[in-house]
């Protein structure tokens, strides 16, 4: 067995209290990792496990079982001290916002991750950049354990495969993935079921303002490049939450010349959320460049400027990253 698999279980076993953190504007990945790994501590080495989100929970995931059991690290008290903390799927310790010092004043803190650019925080870090998901380093972790999955915990693994993988369509599908969800299918999850759930049940004002910021892309550079900006007064005229900009910058790379696409985010006064897409770049360098993180292909960051100013410095450093 991988020594920090049974190391992971080691600390459960000695835990009173454990807490799993997912990370902020968190993704079908950090929930359905966050759940499956909560319901099969709960149930195989009987302990309460406290799920943590910070910023918004997105409801589109509520489908997922057991989304109830989510709570904002801003209703627990800060001196509490839990026995163990583990973070699902987050890149870096920033990513858990004010979730961190509770996360850092925990008696063991464990990181189990799959984004190259995680330097490995935590007293335990299980870090896998060939995974697709995080999803499918907790299957190895139960299958090591020998733990029979449930199908609630095969749901959670799935959505988190199938969310990260874009639908079993990202350059990170592998035979593996799709072994590992006919695996899960077998244990009686319905790809349509989750799929419907996830995908197709936008509410109307949401289709509505993604076409609308796929109407306002500026190409540059032949088509190579796609950028749209989202400013906070297109969110309150559309009546916008945070979750309506999930999936519009893939709608973006569509184009067929695209090769790097933005979509750029006025999230308050002077500050701006970067997501970028790629079709054969390595977007790690740019982002990293900004302070960000992420995948090959999928990354993003915050500029710390004004929507203006930081959409000609993306394009100016994303220009120089094509040339
Ligand atoms: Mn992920």
Redesign the pocket.
Known sequence: MDKRFSELKNKIENAQNIIIFSHVSP?G??LGSNIALSLMIEKYFNKKVVSAFVGKLPNIYSYLPDFERFVDVQTIESSKVFDLAIAV?VASKDRMVYGTSIFDNAKSTVNID?HKTNLGYADINIIDGDAA??GIILYKIFKEWNLEITKDVARCIYTSLMT?TGGFKYENTTPETFMLAAELVKLGVSPTYEFRSCYETKPQEMVQFQAYVVSNTVFYNNGKIAFSKITRADMSKFNATDDFTEGIVEVLRTSKNVEIAAILKETKEGYTKVSLRSKTFDLTPIVVDFGGGGHTFAAGCTIKKPIAIAFDKLLKRVQSELE
Do not use: E, I, L, R
């Open positions: 993704d990945d950090t799927d799959h998901c995080v990260d």
